[in-house]
């Protein structure tokens, strides 16, 4: 069966944090932004490099909002909350999604998968953005034709991801923090 999935517009007035830090309302929403900006370099990426957007829109104005691409075209989001309360992320995604999968390159040996977003894109891989793996997204991932290292959450709910991966027979890792990232 073959995989489409359809587009969907970010919430209403994302922008990349560049657009908005060069806005000419940077004055007005500095503070919120500057929140969003401060949580994506706490978790040691680049806000400026345009994956990372915000909203002003009430219920995303504490919140980074991450596109999920496929092919090219925008088809889902989401919204990691910045501050604390719940719920922590807000999500708008076709059904079986595989984050990052538009990054990954033929030439790679391996393609790791992860639960969720801000952790694929620490190494490069995809998110599953759940600790359950769905026929549509074993098949997604399976197309690359690269071995599949699964690095679950250490938490109770990955459990089920790493029974999952190893039904399908992918690699299971535990990788520990290098120094210089702590």
């Known amino acids: 069966a073959k995989v ?3 587009p969907k517009d970010l919430p209403e ?3 990349p944090l560049l657009d908005w ?4 309302y940077w004055k007005d929403i500095s503070s919120e ?5 401060a949580y994506v370099v706490s978790r040691g990426y680049d806000p400026f490099d345009g994956n990372y957007y915000w909203s002003p829109s009430p ?3 504490n919140r980074v909002i991450i596109p999920f691409t496929y092919k090219g075209q925008i088809v889902g989001n989401t919204a990691r909350r910045v501050t604390s309360g719940r719920p922590k ?6 059904p079986h999604f595989v984050f990052n999968i538009d990054q990954q390159q033929e030439s790679h040996r391996y393609v790791f998968v992860c639960e969720g977003p801000f952790d694929a894109l620490s190494v490069g891989g995809v998110a599953l953005l759940t600790n359950d793996i ?3 997204q074993f098949r997604i991932i399976n197309s690359l034709a690269q071995e599949v290292i699964v690095i679950p959450d250490q938490d109770t709910a990955g459990l089920v991801l790493i029974d999952k ?4 027979g992918w690699s299971v890792a535990f990788p520990t923090r290098s120094e210089e990232r702590r």
């Open 21 to 24: 830090v060069n806005s000419k």
């Open 89 to 94: 992320y807000v999500s708008d995604q076709h």
């Open 165 to 168: 991966a190893i039904e399908y």
């Open 134 to 136: 769905a026929e549509q």
């Open 13 to 15: 007035g994302a922008r």
């Open 59 to 61: 219920g995303f104005d």
């Open 4 to 6: 489409e999935f359809t």
């Open 33 to 37: 932004v500057e929140l969003v900006i």
